[in-house]
């Protein structure tokens, strides 16, 4: 072969090895950051976790509102209670403005489904004159909320919807002692809505883009009202109207009409890029009764033949990968890949160390461990790209029970499908017919769940970026209990 051409070729694997290579680092980089946090989260005595709180993702976490602000304060109408949670108009209203007006000490978190709060009113005081609703930053606050711009209330007097404006609209039921009443924003109608007594008393289109606070305000002698932010259980079943929301939405994805195979094409797609051969194997059995046969073509320009390439070969490095024999699975590199491996510092020869290094830990050899560590790691140690990830792997020998440990992660399963997948990336990047290496990194079924999380991520941008994001977890959960 011509030494140019050699040379070239040569340049072409290394950058191939090198794209393929980062992005798992990253992804163990990912998982180390996240072990971090849960571990020091574990240990900290953090207070109990609101109910309103829900599941989130690293970059969806939002400050709640827990208690009343009582640094702004309408003037002295209205004394909040030391907890925070409960507010009295002692005395007689002589104006139409001396209201006692109170909003929440954060905004209504809005990276989500819904967010709602209560009021239960312990004395409905001289004329009942309550509200609950949700005001902008800078409202006056000696003003019922509604009564201005940039501001919705639910009043207890009349039972009015007051939106922007000093008179309010037919809306619902009046509100009295001994009645809780609640708040919420539903982002993915838009609509803002309010209970009474746990029902729902009617919806509102919420046109306001940017922030809202949870607001109550008192208006007559001896009215009081405490607040629940979700430390305490609601007496409105969020949950199921959570539950209901998702139906709603789940519905209308199941209106749009899908050809027969193609949920078919995607998953054999899916067990093909990741070698899972004797699954598809009984797959294709299975299907062939069902559906009619397919030619399957990605988007990305992978065919039948390139998924199918390599196939045994990905299955049983997989499967020796998963099994903890990294050193077998080194030697079926070297018979059948010898270019990936070729490189003793390259990122995948990396991978492959750190996890025979974490397999000799998960076997208790730990004197033999630390001797394949200093063996091993020095060279990787000394070129500064892997220092963060091979102080993680030695950090495992520092504790009795590394598993209950900060890099306990590294004794899991998943850190062996991690590796496992960039040793099937690379084996699929040897393909001559593989324009694009990106291309071996994601099965199909994961592209088309990346554009469904971009879909998430533009609605909520278009709604003044409010509203939840994809979670695949959240959907899967959901069909368990279902």
């Known amino acids: 072969m011509d030494a140019s051409l050699t040379l070239s070729l040569s340049h072409t694997n290394s950058e191939t090895q090198d794209l393929i290579g980062s992005y798992f680092l990253d992804q163990w980089r990912l998982k180390s950051k996240s072990a971090a946090a849960k571990f020091e989260s574990v240990l900290s005595e953090a207070e109990k976790t609101p109910l309103m709180e829900v599941e989130e993702s690293e970059d969806e976490k939002e400050e709640l509102p827990t208690e009343l602000d009582t640094l702004n304060s309408s003037g002295g109408f209205s004394i909040v209670g030391p907890d925070k949670l409960s507010v009295h108009y002692p005395n007689v209203n002589l104006h139409g403005h001396d209201v006692g007006v109170v909003q929440a000490n954060r905004p209504a978190p809005c990276k989500r489904l819904v967010y709602y709060f209560e009021i239960s009113v312990k004395n409905a005081g001289a004329k009942g004159q309550i509200s609950i609703g949700f005001t902008s930053p800078g409202f006056k606050l000696r003003r019922q909320p509604g009564w201005d711009p940039n501001s919705y209330g639910y009043h207890g007097d009349d039972g009015l919807l007051y939106h922007g404006q000093g008179k309010g609209e037919a809306f619902g039921p009046t509100y009295s002692t001994g009645d809780t009443v609640g708040g919420g924003i539903n982002y993915a109608s838009q609509e803002l809505f309010f209970t009474k007594n746990g029902t729902i008393v009617g919806t509102v289109f919420k046109d306001v883009k940017g922030p809202l606070f949870p607001t109550v305000a008192v208006h007559s002698q001896n009215e009081e009202v405490t607040i629940n932010f979700g430390k305490d259980p609601f007496v409105f079943d969020l949950k199921a109207y959570e ?134 790691f020095e060279k990787f140690y000394k070129l500064g790209d892997y220092d963060d990830l091979v102080k993680d792997c030695a950090a495992l020998l520092a504790y009795e029970q590394p598993q209950k440990s900060s890099v306990g992660y590294l004794l899991g399963d998943s850190q062996r499908e991690v590796v496992a997948d960039a040793v099937n990336a690379m084996v699929l990047s040897t393909n001559p017919s593989v324009k694009d290496s990106k291309d071996c990194l994601h099965s199909c079924l994961e592209r088309l769940l990346r554009q469904l999380n971009a879909c998430f991520l533009e609605k909520r941008s278009l709604n003044g970026d409010q509203g939840e994001g994809f979670h695949l977890h959240r959907i899967l959960n959901s069909g368990r209990k279902g």
């Open 243 to 376: 539950a209901q929301e998702r139906t709603k939405q789940h519905s209308t994805i199941e209106k749009l009409p899908i050809p027969q195979n193609a949920s078919y094409g995607i998953v054999r797609s899916y067990l093909q890029h990741y070698g899972y051969e004797d699954t598809l194997r009984m797959f294709d059995i299975e299907s062939k009764s069902t559906l009619p046969p397919i030619s399957f073509v990605q988007e990305n320009g992978f065919t039948e033949d390139m998924n199918m390439y390599s196939l045994n070969q990905r299955k049983v490095l997989r499967q020796l990968i998963r099994s903890g024999e990294i050193g077998d699975a080194f030697k079926k590199l070297r018979e059948w890949y010898p270019q990936i491996v070729q490189d003793g510092t390259s990122a995948i020869c990396f991978l492959l160390h750190c996890q025979n290094f974490i397999e000799l830990v998960r076997a208790g050899k730990l004197e033999e461990a630390v001797l394949y560590g200093r063996t091993e």
